[in-house]
Structure formats: structure tokens, C-alpha cells
């Protein structure tokens, strides 16, 4: 059964520090992770990392896919309020089932101001 | 556009008693999945649809729940005589008609329905 853990499991920082989020996988026919945002209403995507794009970034978001680690990570710099959210990592297989995700169970993060 | 949408939000159900969740894919979409996410847990996958066909139910609890996903109309999860081990949000998503989840890989998630069951 394919597996995603993350850690940790809840941060609490202030306002301008910089945040390292981890995602580690077991899958069989790795695809793709992907990293989504749940603040109180729907999760929302982040990125897709695959073998062809291990490295994505969007302002002060980035990450990274690490596939001899079989990991990846996110981070989030000079962090703002609005930053905080459950931040989920999830990966797909290749193959027929293309579309079912494996979540891992999410890291909550709180930026203080 | 407006993305996927779902109701109830929020349902309160006793023991014994049927819930049912309603799903519209995106404007466009027509292909819909359902997931389910316990109290502490991860997303889980539940069940794949298309207009008028379960693709893949390997995630559906064997008895009492059942989803459709007919011609017209949302998307439909359906859990017959809740238990307080139901009690989770339900998430639904949907990707384009094309079957591919779209050029960045998302799939497009509604808020969720979080059921309570007394």
C-alpha cells in the first residue's frame, strides 16, 4: 500500500521566519507529488513535482522533489499570517489509477504576527 | 467559473439515519471523485465517476455507502444508516472531460461536507 508521512505534523512560527516542510513516500510506479494548501475550505494546489521537474517555485513558495530520498520539501519564506493553513503532500502512481492520490496526513502550520 | 461546489457544508445525522451529499463538478468537468477525510488522517480516495458510470470504487466502505453520478444533476455520495464512525468531511473533486487532471496536474476540490453523526 503506498504511503506518504509528513513532518512535522504541527509548526508554530512567527511572522518573517523561513519554513521547511517534509513529505516522504512509498509508492509502487511513482508519478508525481503534489503539494496542496487546506486553509477552512477546499484544498488547493501548490505544485506537481515529477521525475522531469523536480524543482518548482512561486514567490516566496518553493520545492523540491528528492527521488533517491524518495522525499520532498517545501518551503515557505519570510512567512506571513496568511501562510497558515494545513499544508498536505500527496503522490500518484502511474498507471490506470492515475487519479488516486495518497494524502499524507498534512502539517499545520501557524504563523504568529 | 465557479469551481466544485458541495452541500450540505455541514450535516448532522443520529445513529441509523441516511446521509446524502451532493457534488457539481466544475463547469466543463465531467469526471468526479469523492474523498474522505477522517478526524487525524489523511485524504482518503473513495470512489471515481464519470456521467453515468462508477469507474473505480476500490475506496468505498464495501456496505452502506454507494455514489452516483447521473446525466443531469450533482454527483451524489450516499450513506445509509450512519454510524458515529462516519462522522469525517467528504471531499469531492473533478478534472476535465479529457480524463487528464488538467496541464498542472490538480485535481479542482470543493469545501468539503463535514458530517456529524450523533
Known amino acids: 500500500e503506498d504511503k506518504v508521512v509528513q513532518s512535522p505534523l504541527s509548526l508554530v512560527v512567527h511572522e518573517g521566519d523561513t519554513v521547511t516542510l517534509n513529505c516522504s513516500y512509498e509508492?509502487?510506479?511513482?508519478?508525481?507529488l503534489l503539494w496542496y494548501k487546506q486553509e477552512k475550505k477546499a484544498p488547493t494546489f501548490l505544485f506537481m513535482l515529477?521525475?522531469?521537474?523536480i524543482e518548482k517555485k512561486s514567490g516566496r513558495l518553493s520545492s523540491i522533489l528528492d527521488k533517491k530520498e524518495l522525499s520532498s520539501i517545501l518551503n515557505i519564506t519570510a512567512t506571513q499570517t496568511g501562510d497558515s493553513a494545513i499544508y498536505l503532500c500527496?503522490?500518484?502512481?502511474?498507471?490506470?489509477?492515475?487519479?488516486?492520490?495518497?494524502f499524507g496526513k498534512g502539517t499545520l502550520l501557524t504563523v504568529n504576527p | 467559473n465557479a469551481g466544485v461546489m458541495q452541500n450540505p457544508r455541514h450535516l448532522v445525522r443520529r445513529r441509523g439515519q441516511e446521509a446524502r451529499l451532493r457534488c457539481s463538478p466544475m463547469?466543463?468537468?465531467?469526471?468526479v471523485y469523492w474523498y474522505r477525510q477522517l478526524p487525524e488522517e489523511g485524504l482518503k480516495f473513495m470512489v471515481y465517476?464519470?456521467?453515468?458510470?462508477?469507474?473505480?470504487e476500490s475506496g468505498m466502505p464495501k456496505e452502506r455507502f454507494s455514489a452516483e453520478f447521473p446525466k443531469e444533476g450533482p454527483s451524489i455520495l450516499r450513506i445509509q444508516q450512519v454510524v458515529r464512525g462516519d462522522s469525517a468531511a467528504y471531499f469531492c473533486?473533478?478534472?476535465?472531460?479529457?480524463?487528464?487532471?488538467?496541464?498542472?496536474?490538480?485535481?479542482?476540490f470543493g469545501e468539503g461536507s463535514r458530517l456529524t453523526v450523533l
Open positions: 473533486a473533478s478534472s476535465p472531460s479529457t480524463g487528464r487532471r488538467g496541464n498542472t496536474g490538480e485535481l479542482f
Open positions: 515529477t521525475s522531469s521537474g
Open positions: 500527496a503522490v500518484e502512481r502511474s498507471g490506470g489509477s492515475n487519479y488516486k492520490l495518497t
Open positions: 509508492v509502487t510506479n511513482f508519478r508525481s
Open positions: 463547469k466543463g468537468h465531467s469526471h
Open positions: 465517476l464519470q456521467k453515468e458510470n462508477i469507474i473505480d
